[in-house]
């Protein structure tokens, strides 16, 4: 019977040594980034935060990341950039040199991805993007980024002018805000609809941080152009919407480049987003990417409200390439790098293969907010649904 018990004994302690050591092999998957969660930016970069948390509890609830076949729990490393670009070069400089994350993901908005690239060719350290587009990116020369988005500057113009002149517009007015990607989008845009033959009956810019747009709104409401192209960011797209609203300008094609797309923006005009267009390329309803109604529903469930048909999205997509780029290549740089470069990634997106930095496999399209959610409504050959134009305004 003694012989029995310390047998027993021994076999405990094997197994408890045993589960120990599993438990230090399945050492955590550290992945670092910085993001807005305090400042002028947080409010927009809310969305794509939620992305990234739902993905990493999705992993972990599978069973941990698949790092090239052996399953580790992820954990995120997290700054608070206070929505200050000067702050992001410096918080990816920590986590790379001081932290030691083994990953990164990227910040929220073109002007901090850019902030950051030297410090990931310094390091040689592959980050896979998500909330950047500008014209820029081809200039950049960089091996460590991609940009997953189709939403570029030159291809907008194009697309854009190619839409309106299919819906029949003839006139159209265009008022920009003075920053990077708004202003590239008009660089693109005017000549684009030359060559269609639209007429450009107002061609207006602002500055940014513009508090009231209430006289370019009265010269647009007496112009009565076919459609009103307002390249904004999420501050200036507040203000078109309740001048438009206060003003009851009733044009039938109305575009905001960036802000409509943002949770905080449905709650904030609820109806009167309706028939409103935006930039965007996804939408859960498009049924040959399976993938996109489950992430809609996972991330609905999580946070309570429905993801952002643009930032979110993208979020979440940059977090799924690097999963399959990890499960092929493991963590080693040079291993992510060149997998990333040249694999095909499935995504709720569809799928997304890069040359250079860009995305090449996803087309330019453009969303439209109707009752209530955002529809693919352009290209055709893409579409969720068609056009509709804005008639009204909810008091």
């Given at each position: 019977m003694r012989h029995r018990k310390g047998v027993f004994r021994l076999a405990v302690a094997a197994l408890a040594l045993c589960a120990s050591s599993v438990g230090f092999a399945a050492e955590p998957v550290r992945i670092g980034f910085g993001i807005s969660r305090t400042g002028d930016t947080a409010p927009t970069a809310a969305g794509p935060l939620a992305a990234y948390e739902l993905w990493r509890d999705q992993v972990n609830a599978r069973g941990g990341l698949d790092v090239k076949g052996e399953k580790r729990p992820v954990e995120f490393v997290i700054y608070d950039d206070q929505s200050d670009v000067s702050k992001e070069a410096a918080i990816y400089e920590k986590l790379i040199s001081d932290d030691k994350v083994d990953l990164l993901l990227s910040p929220w908005g073109s002007h901090n991805h850019f902030a950051i690239v030297g410090v990931l060719e310094k390091h040689q350290f592959p980050m896979v993007g998500s909330t950047a587009s500008s014209l820029q990116i081809r200039s950049l020369k960089a091996k460590n980024i991609w940009f997953p988005t189709s939403s570029m500057p030159d291809a907008h113009g194009r697309e854009m002018a190619k839409m309106l002149k299919d819906l029949g517009v003839k006139t159209v007015a265009v008022n920009t805000v003075q920053?990077?990607?708004?202003?590239?989008?008009?660089?693109?845009?005017?000549?684009?609809?030359?060559?269609v033959g639209i007429k450009v009956v107002l061609d207006r810019q602002y500055a940014l941080g513009a508090k009231d747009m209430t006289s370019t709104l009265a010269e647009i409401k007496k112009l009565q152009p076919d459609a009103v192209i307002n390249l904004s960011y999420p501050p200036d797209a507040i203000l078109y919407m309740r001048g438009a609203r206060e003003q009851n300008i009733t044009v039938p094609f109305q575009f905001l480049l960036v802000g409509p797309t943002a949770a905080f923006f449905?709650?904030?005009?609820?109806?009167?987003?309706?028939?409103?267009?935006?930039?965007?390329?996804?939408?859960?309803?498009?049924?040959?990417?399976?993938?996109?109604?489950?992430?809609?529903?996972?991330?609905?469930?999580?946070?309570?409200?429905?993801?952002?048909?643009?930032?979110?999205?993208?979020?979440y997509m940059s977090a799924e390439i690097l999963e399959q780029a990890v499960?092929?290549?493991?963590?080693?740089?040079?291993?992510?790098?060149?997998?990333?470069?040249?694999?095909?990634?499935?995504?709720?997106?569809?799928?997304?293969?890069?040359?250079?930095?860009?995305?090449?496999?996803?087309?330019?399209?453009?969303?439209?907010?109707?009752?209530?959610?955002?529809?693919?409504?352009?290209?055709?050959?893409?579409?969720?649904?068609?056009?509709?134009?804005?008639?009204?305004?909810?008091?």
């Amino acid at each position: 019977m003694r012989h029995r018990k310390g047998v027993f004994r021994l076999a405990v302690a094997a197994l408890a040594l045993c589960a120990s050591s599993v438990g230090f092999a399945a050492e955590p998957v550290r992945i670092g980034f910085g993001i807005s969660r305090t400042g002028d930016t947080a409010p927009t970069a809310a969305g794509p935060l939620a992305a990234y948390e739902l993905w990493r509890d999705q992993v972990n609830a599978r069973g941990g990341l698949d790092v090239k076949g052996e399953k580790r729990p992820v954990e995120f490393v997290i700054y608070d950039d206070q929505s200050d670009v000067s702050k992001e070069a410096a918080i990816y400089e920590k986590l790379i040199s001081d932290d030691k994350v083994d990953l990164l993901l990227s910040p929220w908005g073109s002007h901090n991805h850019f902030a950051i690239v030297g410090v990931l060719e310094k390091h040689q350290f592959p980050m896979v993007g998500s909330t950047a587009s500008s014209l820029q990116i081809r200039s950049l020369k960089a091996k460590n980024i991609w940009f997953p988005t189709s939403s570029m500057p030159d291809a907008h113009g194009r697309e854009m002018a190619k839409m309106l002149k299919d819906l029949g517009v003839k006139t159209v007015a265009v008022n920009t805000v003075q920053s990077g990607f708004p202003m590239e989008n008009r660089q693109e845009l005017l000549p684009a609809l030359k060559e269609v033959g639209i007429k450009v009956v107002l061609d207006r810019q602002y500055a940014l941080g513009a508090k009231d747009m209430t006289s370019t709104l009265a010269e647009i409401k007496k112009l009565q152009p076919d459609a009103v192209i307002n390249l904004s960011y999420p501050p200036d797209a507040i203000l078109y919407m309740r001048g438009a609203r206060e003003q009851n300008i009733t044009v039938p094609f109305q575009f905001l480049l960036v802000g409509p797309t943002a949770a905080f923006f449905s709650k904030m005009f609820g109806a009167n987003l309706d028939n409103i267009v935006t930039m965007g390329h996804w939408s859960p309803d498009k049924e040959d990417w399976p993938k996109a109604r489950a992430f809609f529903d996972a991330y609905k469930e999580k946070t309570g409200e429905a993801p952002d048909y643009l930032d979110a999205v993208l979020a979440y997509m940059s977090a799924e390439i690097l999963e399959q780029a990890v499960a092929k290549a493991g963590l080693d740089k040079d291993a992510l790098r060149e997998t990333i470069s040249t694999e095909t990634f499935d995504t709720i997106n569809g799928p997304v293969r890069f040359e250079g930095v860009q995305n090449v496999t996803t087309p330019t399209m453009f969303l439209q907010f109707q009752d209530g959610a955002a529809q693919i409504i352009h290209p055709p050959e893409m579409a969720t649904s068609k056009f509709r134009p804005k008639q009204k305004w909810e008091q």
